[in-house]
């Protein structure tokens, strides 16, 4: 089984809202990864946990706030976004992070968030 | 740094013929995974093969197969008797060890090739 399950699947808020994106795994994996995704393009790597703690965050603005309560979950809080940040939230998950075969990252259906 | 570059933004064919998707990388280490992941229309990547840098064997699933070239720099993907369920993106990411990263690896993808399968 290589599932990865986020929730909710659609999202739609306003610029004062604060909202959670979830995101959970029983791989027993334990990196977790987001990224986001404009249209048409690639994914590109906002936060990666570690062994439930924070690894990589790539410069995302704090309106993005990461959490990972346990190893088989990770939410990504979100307040004050702007329209800009509509696009689809993707979670990853892989053994490790470590090169190899434990890297193999299994990604979620993503959240398809839209910002009005 | 590393670099992945997919040339091919989109390309249409007919069912059941053949397809290739180009794919060259660019790296300094000599230790690197290739990968290939689908995305279709409903949003999540799928992951379809990874390829580590010391094995040039070429590897068949199905319909699926795939050439690894060093001299070339090239990790291409042949569809065989495509099907419309073949429609989708399709991303290829390379991952090679990165200080700045935590000392981790990560994937670096290339722009993606949008391929449509016409019945």
């Known amino acids: 089984d290589t599932e990865v399950t986020q929730t909710p699947k659609h999202l739609v808020m306003g610029m004062t809202n604060k909202k959670s994106l979830k995101c959970e795994q029983h791989?027993?994996?334990?990196?977790m990864y987001w990224y986001k995704q404009k249209a048409k393009k690639p994914p590109e790597l906002m936060f990666v946990y570690s062994y439930e703690k924070l690894s990589i965050n790539e410069s995302v603005p704090s309106r993005f706030s990461p959490e990972c309560p346990n190893s088989s979950l990770l939410n990504l809080h979100l307040h004050a976004l702007q329209p800009e940040d509509s696009a689809l939230y993707l979670c990853?998950?892989?053994?490790?992070?470590?090169?190899?075969?434990?890297?193999?990252?299994?990604f979620g259906a993503g959240t398809r968030l839209s910002v009005l | 740094a590393q670099k992945v570059t997919q040339a091919q933004t989109e390309i249409s064919v007919v069912e059941k013929e053949d397809v290739t998707l180009d794919c060259v990388y660019e790296t300094r280490d000599t230790t690197y995974y290739l990968f290939w992941y689908k995305q279709p229309p409903s949003g999540e990547l799928v992951f379809l093969i990874r390829?580590?840098?010391?094995?040039?064997q070429n590897e068949i699933s199905g319909r699926y197969s795939w050439n690894f070239q060093k001299s070339t720099s090239s990790f291409n993907f042949t569809i065989t008797a495509s099907q419309v369920v073949d429609s989708a993106v399709y991303f290829c990411a390379l991952s090679a060890y990165s200080p700045s990263g935590a000392g981790s690896y990560q994937l670096t993808f290339g722009k993606g090739t949008k391929l449509s399968v016409i019945p």
């Open positions: 791989m027993g994996h334990r990196a």
């Open positions: 990853a998950s892989s053994q490790d992070l470590t090169g190899g075969a434990k890297n193999i990252q299994y």
């Open positions: 390829r580590n840098s010391f094995d040039e």
